[in-house]
């Protein structure tokens, strides 16, 4: 068996994920509290109590998914025995998920990746006033066929593929007006479903070249280390290990596609079988089973999916 560790992005969060693990396992309470030291203020209880409200605001929903992921990781290593040194021969994460992948690698220190991610997440907000963009999925149309809708749709605005998910799902974003016209024209090109997302701004496009601008000084001011496995970039859909690889990695992600179709089926032609989803909800591991024939996806995000991982694995060697 060969396993790949992935990570999820936003949209994968729900009030109380993660405080079973905390209340179960000291492992995972220590993330917790090292999240909530380094952004000075107790994240955890927005976490675990909510209001929804504002646990789906993108400042704090991207820190919070790292800190369940990297609780839930803590947990594995030391209940489980996993070692992303040894266990891994890839790690990836969607979006944001890539910062969890890189501290799960021991790449970032949990510390600095819960700052750079609030400052993320406040840059995205900020890059476009409510209301001017939008972000669409379009669903059954392959990633060229929706490329040449947002090209289409663009009429000299912005309009461009956000997100190829893999399974004949591709995100959109851009301009509101922009991002309205490829719906129609998705439509009428035989596109199953195509529909706007609730989200707050259009990420993964030109227009947050703002906050891309953000992420640079930030970035510039963090240690980047070389992981302990290779990381699969969502810019590239390939392993990079160079610090300042990864730094500018990070920097284009903000502006350009998370091309998660490819980053999986990298990982499976070269060997991976298991990809173990680490944090809250199943998202990764249902589009594994869309992208990768034959793979097998394991999400791992409370107690009792511990003791599954752990058999389902053992079971494989």
Known sequence: MTAAFTFPGQGSQVVGMGKALAEAFPAAKVVFDEVDAALGEKLTAVIWDGPAETLQLTENAQPALMAVSLATLRVLEAEAGFSVARDAAFVAGHSLGEYSALAAAGSLSIADTARLLRTRGVAMQKAVPVGVGAMAALLGLDYAA????????????????????????????????????????????????????????????????????????????VTVSRPVAPVVANVTAGPVSDPDTIRKFLVEQVTGTVRWRESVAYM???????????????VLTGLVKRIAEGAVGIAVGGPGDIASARDAIAATC
């Open 146 to 221: 929706a490329v040449a809708v947002a090209e289409e749709a663009a009429q000299g605005e912005v309009c461009q593929a956000a997100n190829d998910n893999g399974g004949g799902q591709v995100v959109v974003s851009g301009d509101k007006a922009a991002v309205d016209r490829a719906l129609e024209i998705a439509r009428s090109k035989g596109a199953r479903r195509a529909m706007l997302l609730p989200v707050s701004a259009p990420f993964h496009c030109k227009l947050m070249q703002p906050a891309a601008d953000v992420m640079a000084e930030a970035l510039a001011k």
């Open 268 to 282: 499976a032609a070269h060997g991976v079988t298991h990809f173990l989803e680490i944090g809250s909800g199943k």
